[in-house]
């Protein structure tokens, strides 16, 4: 779970992909063109480097979640109960799962150790709208390399990322087992006030560094 979790956090980091800026490029070449982008930033901030936390918030809340389908997200980690949930219970999940993640998110940008990334290439079908982009993340410290794959859909606007396996393990199945076992014990409404409850611990945990 750790390895899972510490790769997931820093395959964020080091894939924040800006499709809307360029949607007629393929989305392994793009992920890497804004990959450098991002990386230049975090190589350069002292403050992100030093682990300001509002810095690393307004970073990840302008370059990483925008390029992310948090409702899909949300509705594959729910699984079959998102179906029973009423509207207003849907969008209750996915807010307080897209905070979750900004957590998460914002804890990558202090684990980064000067890794780097490459991807493989990606063999586009014309008219095809969903991939998966492979990258390998090589550690500078000697360790095995992590696979970091990204299950991406394209959009009116853009690719967006709808999930993400770390060494073969899906993050929104991750989660899901969680999640259900939440419902199962309180309902949907159990599992909503369990992540509100986790969130606020989260804020408060940021608020003091």
């Given amino acids: 779970m750790n390895k899972l979790k510490s790769g997931f956090l820093l395959g964020m980091l080091l894939a924040a992909p800006v499709f809307a800026q360029a ?13 450098e982008e991002v990386l230049a930033i975090i190589r350069t901030d002292k403050d992100i480097r030093a682990g300001n936390t509002k810095k690393v918030l307004d970073l990840v809340e302008e370059k990483v979640l925008p390029h992310f389908n948090f409702t899909r997200m949300t509705r594959l980690a729910i699984g079959a109960p998102w179906r029973q949930a009423t509207s207003a219970q849907q969008q209750s999940l996915t807010s307080e799962f897209r905070t979750l993640l900004v957590h998460t998110y914002t804890s990558a940008f202090t684990q980064y150790r000067d890794q780097v990334i490459v991807y ?53 199945q991750n989660y899901r087992s969680t ?28 608020a003091k560094k």
């Fill in 23 to 35: 949607q007629d490029m393929a989305p392994d070449a793009l992920a890497k063109k804004v990959t």
């Fill in 120 to 172: 493989r290439p990606l063999k586009l079908q014309p008219g095809e709208t969903e991939v998966v982009v492979r990258s390998l993340i090589k550690q500078t410290n000697g360790a095995d390399p992590i696979d970091v794959n990204y299950s991406m859909e394209k959009t009116d606007t853009s690719w967006k990322v709808y999930d993400v396996a770390i060494a073969g393990v899906s993050l929104v």
């Fill in 179 to 206: 999640f259900n076992s939440e419902i199962q014990k309180s309902g949907i409404d159990g599992l909503i006030a369990t992540l509100t409850n986790k969130n606020k611990t989260l804020a408060q945990q940021s």
